[in-house]
């Protein structure tokens, strides 16, 4: 679904939908090598209420660990954009709307969440009204207020601080293009938002906007007291309306959350708050917390990781319900970027791609690592499949001497011997550096120049987020999941112009002809959208090639024995955290 960024590096996927597996005899699903997933649809619920009904065997108490090999870059959710962080994020903000998980198939339905609706639309289609639960508390006890909910909106314009959140506000808000923000000269005037009452939220639109109660449940939404505003530092402690609350937090290392009190499940339609507190440790190793969890020996018992499992660790599987599955709506990708990289060279870093070993080194598996020739994967409405040449997600690439020696002659006929590839890579991740090796060596091998920038994977996502950096590949997302289940959540946010300045463009196109296209498909109705945003990704590929998918993800992560109701969030190809519970606390 949803909005996001992919979090996975080279190691493997967990980006950012089959039965989801769980850790208990519930688990009637199994990762589908030939099937990324079935077509998420938009379903919604809005006469839903709090509370959430009760996980059957679920029990309260104790400590949930989660043992990351992948950091997330904030906790504040004016900023939240990669899927990680919005899925612990729900564990301590609440926004307008959200998606509950219904059935077997635990199929997304987006509900009211802060609102007492779906937002109400005008006839013209420009002004959306939310009406507000009231008597909603903060974790210290303090009201919530509908100018908090407006305020959250305007600090998401603010992109000097924010630079890493989701952007649609921009193109459809009132005034997007041109208020910066609360800190900005105009200060809190800003005419796309109003609260004319403390249990009303209007927003104001430039243009119609029809997907809006999907976006709104983004955690940007979530309520902001403009007194308890401290900026940058606002994710160390803020201001939470979930089941949790932060309790400490040591950015790019760990995060601990404990109890809020003040958390009222009765206008909560989709949230638990069973276990006492959660332990979230960033930067790990891969394989060693995944043997960690799946040995449950101990604590680990408790503990999860949510990136795939790798591939090396299969036959150490003993309990198929230790693995959770589920599809995910996510393209895994390799940006090419396009304003430093000619066309023509494009098509030969393309053509030299190592898709068969890069999957190896990278520890995927057949099973959650689904070969990709497209930049919509199965599991988003109006993907249609197609295949260009050299660009369907498996081959030999350059390790093949005839196509290496290809690719060199051309090189040279081009005037382009030695031409320079560089990218960032994470030189403290065992995977992230094998896949390194794998790829210097190809393309080194192919005629190329390559310098490789190995950093510490905490900075990683900040370094390739910056449209600046002195590198030609692999900046901005290294993929992407449906913000929700439409092309318009995938082709304005990453291939238009303005995503290049707004740190979400995946092969910085910049392309009026592309953009009037994609804004001429955006403006169409849904059932219109579905058959034309193929076009659009076949389009893209041909004409300007901005990257080279890898793979379409499917989920496959490992979890401890003694966590209950551990589910594929199918919006996202994450555990659906606020959900689980210790089986013995």
């Given at each position: 679904m949803q909005w996001k960024q992919v979090t996975a590096v080279a190691a493997t996927v967990m980006l950012a939908v089959a039965a989801c597996g769980t850790p208990s005899?519930?688990?009637?699903?199994?990762?589908?090598?030939?099937?990324?997933?079935?077509?998420?649809?938009?379903?919604?619920?809005?006469?839903?209420?709090?509370?959430?009904?009760?996980?059957?065997?679920?029990?309260?108490?104790?400590?949930?660990?989660?043992?990351?090999?992948?950091?997330?870059?904030?906790?504040?959710?004016?900023?939240?954009?990669?899927?990680?962080?919005?899925?612990?994020?729900?564990?301590?903000?609440?926004?307008?709307?959200?998606?509950?998980?219904?059935?077997?198939?635990?199929?997304?339905?987006?509900?009211?969440?802060?609102?007492?609706?779906?937002?109400?639309?005008?006839?013209?289609?420009?002004?959306?009204?939310f009406k507000l639960k009231q008597g909603i508390k903060y974790m210290d006890g303090t009201p919530v207020k509908a100018a908090d909910y407006a305020y959250a909106i305007k600090r998401s314009f603010a992109h000097d601080l924010y630079d890493a959140g989701p952007t649609y506000q921009d193109e459809y808000f009132k005034d997007g293009k041109t208020y910066k923000g609360p800190y900005g000269a105009n200060g809190d005037n800003y005419a796309g938002v109003d609260t004319p009452d403390d249990h009303t939220l209007v927003i104001h639109l430039a243009k119609k906007f029809d997907d809006l109660p999907y976006y709104a449940a983004f955690p940007m939404f979530t309520p902001i007291p403009k007194a308890k505003d401290t900026k940058k530092s606002y994710d160390l402690k803020p201001m939470t309306t979930g089941p949790y609350q932060v309790d400490s937090y040591t950015p790019g290392s760990e995060l601990k959350l404990k109890r809020n009190p003040h958390w009222d499940p009765n206008t909560d339609p989709v949230r638990y708050q069973y276990p006492d507190a959660w332990d979230f440790k960033f930067g790990q190793d891969t394989l060693k917390v995944q043997r960690q969890v799946l040995a449950s020996n101990g604590p680990d018992a408790n503990a999860l990781n949510y990136s795939d499992l790798d591939s090396s660790l299969v036959p150490e599987v003993k309990d198929q319900s230790q693995i959770v599955t589920g599809p995910q709506p996510c393209t895994n990708v390799w940006g090419l970027d396009t304003r430093k990289i000619p066309m023509e060279i494009r098509q030969l870093i393309a053509k030299a791609y190592p898709f068969d070993t890069y999957r190896k080194v990278a520890g995927l598996t057949p099973q959650t690592a689904i070969p990709a020739s497209?930049?919509?994967?199965?599991?988003?409405?109006?993907?249609?499949?197609?295949?260009?040449?050299?660009?369907?997600?498996?081959?030999?690439?350059?390790?093949?001497?005839?196509?290496?020696?290809?690719?060199?002659?051309?090189?040279?006929?081009?005037?382009?011997?030695?031409?320079?590839?560089?990218?960032?890579?994470?030189?403290?991740?065992?995977?992230?550096?094998?896949?390194?090796?794998?790829?210097?060596?190809?393309?080194?091998?192919?005629?190329?120049?390559?310098?490789?920038?190995?950093?510490?994977?905490?900075?990683?996502?900040?370094?390739?987020?910056?449209?600046?950096?002195?590198?030609?590949?692999?900046?901005?997302p290294s993929g992407w999941c449906s913000d929700w289940p439409s092309g318009a959540s995938w082709f304005p946010v990453l291939f238009k112009s303005d995503a290049v300045a707004l740190s979400n463009s995946i092969g910085m196109l910049q392309d009026k002809t592309l953009d009037a296209e994609i804004d001429r498909v955006n403006g169409l109705t849904a059932d219109q959208q579905l058959k034309e945003w193929s076009k659009v990704d076949k389009l893209i590929m041909e004409k300007y090639l901005p990257l080279i998918p890898l793979y379409y993800s499917y989920s496959g992560y490992p979890v401890g024995k003694n966590l209950g109701h551990v589910i594929n969030d199918p919006t996202q190809g994450l555990p659906e955290f606020t959900s689980i519970f210790l089986k013995q606390p």
């Open positions: 005899s519930n688990n009637k699903g199994g990762a589908n090598a030939g099937n990324a997933g079935t077509a998420q649809e938009k379903a919604t619920d809005p006469t839903a209420k709090g509370p959430a009904p009760e996980i059957e065997g679920a029990q309260k108490g104790g400590v949930a660990t989660v043992l990351s090999d992948v950091t997330p870059d904030t906790m504040d959710p004016t900023n939240i954009y990669f899927i990680d962080g919005n899925q612990i994020g729900k564990l301590m903000y609440r926004a307008l709307t959200q998606y509950r998980l219904d059935g077997d198939s635990h199929k997304p339905v987006l509900v009211p969440d802060l609102a007492e609706d779906l937002g109400t639309k005008s006839a013209d289609g420009l002004t959306w009204t497209t930049i919509l994967p199965p599991a988003v409405p109006g993907y249609e499949k197609y295949e260009l040449p050299g660009l369907v997600g498996t081959g030999k690439g350059a390790e093949d001497p005839a196509v290496a020696s290809e690719v060199k002659a051309k090189l040279k006929e081009l005037g382009k011997e030695n031409f320079e590839l560089s990218w960032y890579y994470s030189n403290d991740d065992k995977i992230a550096t094998q896949v390194n090796q794998l790829r210097t060596q190809v393309y080194t091998a192919a005629g190329f120049k390559v310098r490789a920038v190995g950093v510490p994977k905490a900075k990683i996502r900040t370094l390739r987020n910056d449209p600046a950096a002195p590198v030609n590949i692999a900046q901005g």
